[in-house]
Nanobody, 116 residues
């Protein structure tokens, strides 16, 4: 059974930083391209960052230069370092395979709120 457990969200002021983590189980994590998605209120879920099984990264224009995706295959964990956060980054963040989600499941997500 695939499980994706996101953590690390919270309330942060504009310009602040957060580091998200996603612990994966039930899959051979190292062979999958993975990504971070986010869904803001009233909007569709969007892919904001992805990393291939070999470490190549890609970012949405809206987060390029501010977010960094990484992975630790030994720990089956995906990370997202978010710097220079903006109110527009407020959303629930999820991890899954990329560029298209797999396994028919999502984690509970982690809420990121950027507000003064």
């Amino acid at each position: 059974q695939v499980q994706l457990v996101e953590s690390g969200g919270g309330l942060v002021q504009p310009g602040g930083s957060l580091r998200l983590s996603c612990a994966a189980s039930g899959i051979i994590f190292s062979i999958y391209n993975m990504g971070w998605y986010r869904q803001a209120p009233g909007k569709q879920r969007e892919l904001v960052a992805s990393i291939t099984s070999t470490g190549t990264t890609n970012y949405a224009d809206s987060v390029k230069g501010r977010f960094t995706i990484s992975r630790d295959n030994a720990k089956n964990t995906l990370y997202l370092q978010m710097n220079s956060l903006e109110p527009e980054d407020t959303a629930v963040y999820y991890c899954n395979a990329a560029p298209r989600p797999r396994w028919g499941t999502w984690g509970q997500g982690t809420q990121v709120t950027v507000s003064s």
